[in-house]
């Protein structure tokens, strides 16, 4: 029976674009700017974002899927890490 039945396909076409959001945050992580943009696809998105963030540390988003986060040279993230030692779990 699913044989017979044929849906229809609807194509994109190739000058479509997609929404995507744009936050910058401030060094102390409160957002200082949220921009909705459109782009005809992740590549696009990422460099239009980077052009945003203005030197901030930005995410860009599309839905609810993490696309790309760009950070600063001068505004890293996390300065250094250290391992933990080895530990048993407790309360498992």
């Not at 200082?32 to 995410?59: F, N, P, Y």
């Not at 599309?62 to 986060?69: C, D, E, M, Q, S």
Request: net charge positive; with cysteine.
């Amino acid at each position: 029976m699913a044989d017979l039945i044929k849906f229809p396909v609807i194509r994109r076409s190739r000058h479509a674009r997609r929404a995507y959001q744009v936050h910058r945050f401030a060094q102390s992580g409160g957002v200082i700017a949220s921009r909705i943009i459109t782009a005809r696809d992740d590549v696009d998105a990422k460099r239009q974002a980077a052009d945003l963030a203005a030197g901030d540390r930005a995410e860009l988003w599309a839905g609810p899927r993490l696309v790309a986060v760009i950070c600063a040279i001068e505004n890293p993230i996390a300065t250094s890490i250290r391992l933990l030692a080895d530990r048993p779990p407790t309360g498992l």
